[in-house]
C-alpha cells in the first residue's frame, strides 16, 4: 500500500507551469526564428558590454557542453560575437553584434505585449504574487537545504 503524498508534486508543478508561459511566447520567437535558449542568451547580451561563457551558463541556466552549440550557432547567424581576452587567451567573451541588438529590440514589444495579456487574463495582483515569490525563492540559499539519505 503507497502513502498519500504530503506534498504536490512541485517539480511538475513548475514545469507545467513553465511550459504553459512559454507556449505564449514560443511564437514570437518561432516567428523570427529565434529558439528558446537563443532568445535567453540574446536578451541577456543586450544590456550588457560582454560576459564570459561561464557568465551565461549561471545567468541563463545552461549546461557548459550545450551553450558551446549554441553560440556557436549564434555566431553563425551573426547574433552573437565571441572574442579572445587580451590577459588570457584561454578566455573569451561574449558580446551582442549590432544584428542581435536589432533583432532583440524588434522582438521585445511583442514580448511586452505578451506579457499584458498575460496579466489582463490572469490579473496583475496574480502576476505580482507569482513574480514576488520566484524572487524570494530564487535569493533563497538552496544549498543549505539537506539532502535525504538515500538507502543503500
Known amino acids: 500500500m503507497s502513502e498519500t503524498p504530503l506534498h504536490p508534486n512541485l517539480p511538475l508543478m513548475l514545469l507545467q507551469t513553465r511550459e504553459e508561459v512559454i507556449n505564449r511566447f514560443r511564437p514570437i520567437l518561432n516567428h523570427f526564428g529565434v529558439t528558446e535558449q537563443q532568445w535567453r542568451i540574446l536578451r541577456v547580451l543586450r544590456f550588457r558590454v560582454s560576459m564570459e561563457p561561464k557568465e551565461i551558463c549561471e545567468t541563463c541556466l545552461f549546461l557548459s557542453p550545450s551553450l558551446a552549440g ?7 547567424d551573426d547574433l552573437i560575437h565571441k572574442e579572445r581576452m587580451e590577459s588570457d587567451l584561454r578566455r573569451v ?60
Open 70 to 76: 549554441v553560440l556557436a550557432r549564434m555566431e553563425a
Open 93 to 152: 567573451n561574449v558580446s551582442v553584434t549590432d544584428k542581435g541588438r536589432a533583432l532583440v529590440d524588434t522582438v521585445m514589444p511583442l514580448i511586452r505585449a505578451q506579457y499584458l495579456l498575460i496579466e489582463q487574463h490572469i490579473g496583475r495582483e496574480t502576476l505580482g504574487e507569482l513574480c514576488a515569490v520566484l524572487d524570494r525563492l530564487g535569493a533563497y540559499d538552496w544549498e543549505a537545504i539537506p539532502s535525504v539519505a538515500l538507502p543503500s
